[in-house]
């Protein structure tokens, strides 16, 4: 009943004192401010990012080949030697087959669910007459579009005989339809395209059209006619096109449910190095799963919001001094109030909780304004990024916490003062 009643004490001189004890909660809420805001900006980018990487696959692991690493050797002398292959150029030998590809499938049956397979042509202009479409144009096997699974508007995906044959057949987005036909799916189909890509012209025929959909990891441009839409061709209709006969520099493998992508990275790289380029001088497989690359990204992340959110915090040490030096006044005004109620019999601990209390409940009315105010800048910044705003409930727990301490820690001297106070000498202050 005294901690309510010492709230509603604390509440009441608040009022009283309205611009006094604004000014003194200024420092808590710009604190408390900067943290939540930092803390939820970090929480909303990250969760942003993680949710666009994982739809892209968390659980696939790209396998590609690298460059062997090079060894050092330190001479006596101090100095240091690299040895390690010059030639980065790829030789036919070099290169990934389908016969390690169907021996990979047989070795571990129950972990490979399927091959997203590409073929990179590189960026080029898409020509209509006089109108124009930039496209990133790429050769796929039907696991990768299934994997990528886009939204068809119009006409059909590349079917198994388009792969088969390798026939210059292409999957085009709305915006590219949007930029040559007009926006008429209809009329693109069946259509043929010209795309510069180099030097030269390449011919393709439209079979379907697909809905863009921003991956939210993109570059913005001055408009969307500029910025380039995938083009997919059959995978052999690229590989013809680049003369690629040798196999594959880089491949996705779909790993089967509840199979762990970072464990069986090692696994991969492990026998396939062992297998295939254990004598090869120059290049080695490397595996990569998107879980490892979400998990990195997402402690970096955290630790750098953590950091920030740290050096912000020291604000609230100054907020936390102007809440000890106004509750020193406040002892000060209140010598007799003091004294009168030591006279009645109020015990020291109750002088000390009263004044503690006050501080306490200073300090939270200015967390609160900081947590509403640190929220509403997080949620201004991350709209203006183009992220969803997801508010940091651990960042307003530790906030909330961490007034309540502050209350406490600065206000316990003033309070202990005011305690010792001897009555008659409080009652005889003027």
């Given at each position: 009943?005294?901690?309510?009643?010492?709230?509603?004490?604390?509440?009441?001189?608040?009022?009283?004192n309205?611009?006094?004890s604004?000014?003194?909660?200024?420092?808590?809420?710009?604190?408390?401010?900067?943290?939540?805001?930092?803390?939820?900006?970090?929480?909303?980018?990250?969760?942003?990012?993680?949710?666009?990487?994982?739809?892209?696959?968390?659980?696939?692991?790209?396998?590609?080949?690298?460059?062997?690493s090079?060894?050092?050797?330190?001479?006596?002398?101090g100095?240091?030697?690299?040895?390690?292959?010059?030639?980065?150029?790829?030789?036919?030998?070099?290169?990934?087959?389908?016969?390690?590809?169907?021996?990979?499938?047989?070795?571990?049956?129950?972990?490979?669910?399927?091959?997203?397979?590409?073929?990179?042509?590189?960026?080029?202009?898409?020509?209509?007459?006089?109108?124009?479409?930039?496209?990133?144009?790429?050769?796929?096997n039907?696991?990768?579009?299934?994997?990528?699974?886009?939204?068809?508007?119009?006409?059909?995906?590349l079917?198994?005989?388009?792969?088969?044959?390798?026939?210059?057949?292409?999957?085009?987005?709305?915006?590219?339809?949007?930029?040559?036909?007009?926006?008429?799916?209809?009329?693109?189909?069946?259509?043929?395209?010209?795309?510069?890509?180099?030097?030269?012209?390449?011919?393709?025929?439209?079979?379907?059209?697909?809905?863009?959909?921003?991956?939210g990891?993109?570059?913005?441009?001055?408009?969307?006619?500029?910025?380039?839409?995938?083009?997919?061709?059959?995978?052999?209709?690229?590989?013809?096109?680049?003369?690629?006969?040798?196999?594959?520099?880089?491949?996705?493998?779909?790993?089967?449910?509840?199979?762990?992508?970072?464990?069986?990275?090692?696994?991969?790289?492990?026998?396939?190095?062992?297998?295939?380029?254990?004598?090869?001088?120059?290049?080695e497989?490397?595996?990569?799963?998107?879980?490892?690359?979400?998990?990195?990204?997402?402690?970096?992340?955290?630790?750098?919001?953590?950091?920030?959110?740290?050096?912000?915090?020291?604000?609230?040490?100054?907020?936390?001094?102007?809440?000890?030096?106004?509750?020193?006044?406040?002892?000060?005004?209140?010598?007799?109030?003091?004294?009168?109620?030591?006279?009645?019999?109020?015990?020291?601990?109750?002088?000390?909780?009263?004044?503690?209390?006050?501080?306490?409940?200073?300090?939270?009315v200015?967390?609160?304004?900081?947590?509403?105010?640190?929220?509403?800048?997080?949620?201004?910044?991350?709209?203006?990024?183009?992220?969803?705003?997801?508010?940091?409930?651990?960042?307003?727990?530790?906030?909330?916490?961490?007034?309540?301490?502050?209350?406490?820690?600065?206000?316990?001297?003033?309070?202990?003062?005011?305690?010792?106070?001897?009555?008659?000498?409080?009652?005889?202050?003027?």
């Amino acid at each position: 009943m005294l901690i309510m009643e010492n709230i509603l004490l604390a509440l009441s001189g608040l009022k009283v004192n309205r611009m006094r004890s604004l000014l003194t909660m200024l420092g808590i809420i710009i604190g408390i401010a900067s943290v939540i805001a930092i803390m939820t900006l970090g929480d909303s980018i990250s969760s942003s990012v993680t949710d666009s990487m994982t739809a892209m696959g968390a659980n696939n692991i790209t396998v590609g080949l690298q460059q062997k690493s090079t060894t050092t050797q330190t001479t006596g002398s101090g100095m240091t030697f690299s040895f390690g292959p010059r030639m980065n150029q790829m030789k036919e030998e070099d290169y990934v087959t389908e016969e390690m590809l169907t021996d990979l499938k047989e070795r571990f049956p129950e972990m490979i669910a399927g091959y997203s397979l590409s073929e990179s042509l590189g960026t080029g202009t898409a020509q209509k007459g006089a109108l124009r479409a930039y496209v990133n144009a790429q050769g796929v096997n039907e696991e990768y579009l299934e994997n990528e699974d886009p939204t068809l508007t119009a006409g059909r995906m590349l079917s198994g005989r388009d792969q088969q044959e390798g026939r210059k057949v292409a999957l085009v987005s709305d915006r590219f339809v949007n930029s040559l036909f007009d926006g008429d799916a209809g009329k693109a189909l069946g259509q043929t395209v010209d795309v510069l890509m180099g030097n030269r012209y390449y011919t393709y025929t439209i079979v379907g059209v697909y809905e863009y959909e921003s991956s939210g990891m993109e570059f913005s441009t001055d408009s969307e006619e500029d910025t380039p839409t995938a083009l997919y061709l059959p995978l052999k209709a690229a590989q013809n096109q680049n003369h690629n006969t040798s196999g594959y520099r880089q491949f996705t493998i779909l790993t089967a449910k509840e199979v762990s992508a970072t464990d069986f990275c090692t696994m991969l790289e492990d026998y396939m190095n062992s297998r295939y380029y254990q004598d090869n001088e120059s290049f080695e497989i490397g595996a990569m799963s998107m879980e490892s690359v979400i998990e990195s990204m997402t402690e970096m992340l955290s630790t750098v919001a953590l950091a920030i959110a740290a050096i912000a915090g020291i604000s609230l040490l100054v907020g936390g001094i102007g809440v000890m030096n106004i509750m020193l006044v406040s002892v000060t005004e209140r010598t007799r109030e003091i004294g009168t109620r030591k006279a009645l019999g109020a015990t020291n601990g109750s002088i000390r909780l009263q004044f503690i209390m006050e501080a306490v409940v200073l300090c939270l009315v200015g967390g609160a304004l900081g947590i509403g105010l640190g929220i509403g800048i997080a949620a201004a910044a991350t709209n203006l990024m183009g992220y969803a705003v997801r508010p940091s409930i651990p960042g307003i727990l530790i906030s909330v916490s961490f007034s309540v301490l502050i209350g406490i820690f600065f206000g316990y001297y003033p309070a202990n003062k005011a305690a010792k106070l001897k009555p008659i000498e409080a009652l005889r202050y003027e």
